[in-house]
């Protein structure tokens, strides 16, 4: 049994989702793990991540705009606004979501589904640059 | 320090909540680990995993209503209904709660609370086969 | 490659979020790993894990306030009411947040970002002595 880390980067242009799949499995293939364990952690309160459908478009504008529904920006309903009206609807967003998804590794493949993919769930107006640590742990 | 990794298959009668410790339970008893790690995987993006209450049945019909109200059915709020009203609000529950539940197991025992149970949260109306894959580290 | 469990308990004083990143760190820096994956699990359903912005406290006061008013405490919506009006809230804001956090630990660090800390979500109004188990796997 043996483990790697690592730190990758990504860069979102908007707030939405991102895929993050491809970015992933290249460092996961690089490590030559057959069976093992996984684990995404985002290291940011203003972003988040999410296991989502990867096929249909529309499913990932509507939760976009869920997501700004139930935790709007709204001036008036927070005290925390140090980096804009986009902040605090940010952290909400993270805290209501995943900061990390650990997933099985089976047979030389993530264990996903048909229909997922993975994704960093940029909370914030303005494009950032993210860093994931990336666990991985197998034989 | 070995792993064991499994796809166990759940049927869901109706949406809600099923408890799945027992299923669970009796594939990590068979890998003989004292201590460990257990990983849970939800392959699927319309239903997803939750530790809840496992003695008051009120507390989890409330939780059903709940998220039947905080992401409800509604044909006018959502661009995406290719499988019927009920899929989109399916893809927002699973948002707001767990793909991936992981629980270290301590004594030979997993380390869930005594009012604890693990439960597959089906989102669709409708009866699925569902898998959940499984991974267990340890000695 | 070797794992360590242990149980640890935190006292809460009141509803709300307490920082208990120093407890946390305090065991595994005791465990003598540089490499691995820590695992946190709450063992309750009316408390729950989260990792959050530890610069500004009005940024937590936000938070607490948003999910007193998205699951709030109202007799007239839940039928579970064993343990009073903020019985039920606490089982929800406990869905909607996370009952277990995985962190890699890297070059002796754990990755947390510069602005995240870990944090126990009391959801009771009163004190309580709650258990966190905690898995390190490493070397």
């Known amino acids: 049994m043996r483990q790697s880390t690592a730190l990758i980067e990504i860069a979102t242009e908007r707030q ?8 992933v499995l290249r460092w996961v293939e690089g490590q030559g793990v057959g069976e093992g364990l996984l684990t995404l952690f985002c290291r940011h309160t203003s972003c988040s991540l999410l296991v989502q459908e ?5 499913a990932r504008s509507d939760l976009e705009r869920y997501f700004a529904t139930i935790a709007p920006e709204d001036p008036t309903a927070y005290d925390h606004d140090d980096e804009g009206p986009d902040d605090m609807p940010a952290h909400l967003r993270a805290a209501l979501t995943a ?7 089976i047979g030389g493949r ?6 997922q993919g993975l994704y960093l769930f940029e909370h914030r107006r303005r494009p950032h640059r993210r860093t994931i640590a990336l666990h991985l742990l197998g034989e």
Chains 1, 2, 3 share one sequence.
């Open 16 to 23: 939405g989702l991102k895929e993050i799949t491809a970015s």
């Open 54 to 58: 990867n096929a249909a478009p529309d």
């Open 99 to 105: 900061v990390q998804i650990s997933v099985p590794l």
């Open 110 to 115: 993530l264990a996903l589904g048909t229909w």
